[in-house]
């Protein structure tokens, strides 16, 4: 078998399509936290992968950067959670890796707080604030998610290295859509052998 | 601006040049590491990004599965450290993004203890063991990378979750390769106002 030198991530098709009509400027930080609930609910029906979604925004003015959602079942690769996959179009939009270059303040606005390694690829990625619309245990038992394990004081790690970040933007809509979610027969894509 | 609705990552030229040239099986975990050791102290020489390989093996046989690299500098994206790389590449070789499907025992084998990103990468990627040529505060050290807020009992949390944990392979070469890149003026690229 030849090795593989190379992958690639996409937008689901309906999102791809729906590009156009997203809208150019969210100015309040509601405003962006609706766009992912709503590209979040629509994600796990249209069975692209689960219940996120997460955009990169200007912070000051809103102006929408990329519109990311979890595309691990369509692309068939587990780090296509919907921060990797916004982090990663923006970046490619952009043409660069550090989306914080040049003094830019960019924000990543996601459904919830993010597992593990999401919480990694928000630090590395050079954005300089995070918005999420809660923490908590809601998520792994609504959705059967495993997040894995962070560290108590998360947060304060974020802002230490520059990373503001704003907790409870729209909260009760995102618990909303992962109820859904667990309420349906949706593939829950964890690690063999997860604990949760 | 149009929004982008896909992004790539590829293996460094000199890399996918020598693809046909790597070992078809590593019989030995110091096969393994000896292969990840020598193509991290490539990758940072060429340019490419930090002093990172990572490789996807059959636990059981040593055959090769993937060969990844850190690629942040080349592919433009933040996440593209060697350990998603590698199993990215698994993933899209063997077209699923679970690898422990159908009961397959693949290894992921690094060069020392994935930052807190590709630890969540690790766990969620169905590989059913990690081995590591060390954790500890050198690599920090040597190399200035800020590896992030990792949990305490990072092994024992692989293992709750059936990823068997092995530590302490080729731990001096590796040390040396890092302390070569450390002794260069090569790019490192953390995020902004990293504590390190």
Partial sequence: ???????????????????????????????RMDLVNDLADRNWRAGN???????????????LVSAGVN????????????EVTAIGLAQSALA?????ASGADLQLVVN??????????????????????????ELEALSGFDEGPVVEDWAAQFEA???RVTIGVRREEAVAVFRAYGDSDATVYNARGAVV
Avoid at 71 to 82: D, K, P
Wanted: negative net charge; proline residues 8%.
């Fill in 1 to 31: 078998m030849t090795l593989a030198s190379g992958f690639s991530a996409s937008l689901p098709d309906w999102l791809e399509a729906d590009l156009p009509n997203l809208p150019v400027v969210l100015p309040t930080l509601e405003d």
């Fill in 49 to 63: 992968g689960g219940p996120f979604a997460a955009i990169v925004v200007d912070a000051a003015t809103g102006r």
């Fill in 71 to 82: 595309v691990v079942l369509s692309s068939g690769l587990s780090s296509m959670h919907a």
């Fill in 96 to 100: 660069r890796w550090d989306l914080g």
């Fill in 112 to 137: 919830w707080r993010p597992c593990v390694m999401c919480y990694g690829a928000t630090m590395w990625s050079g954005v300089r604030s995070l918005v999420v619309a809660g923490d908590g245990p």
């Fill in 161 to 163: 290295r520059g990373i």
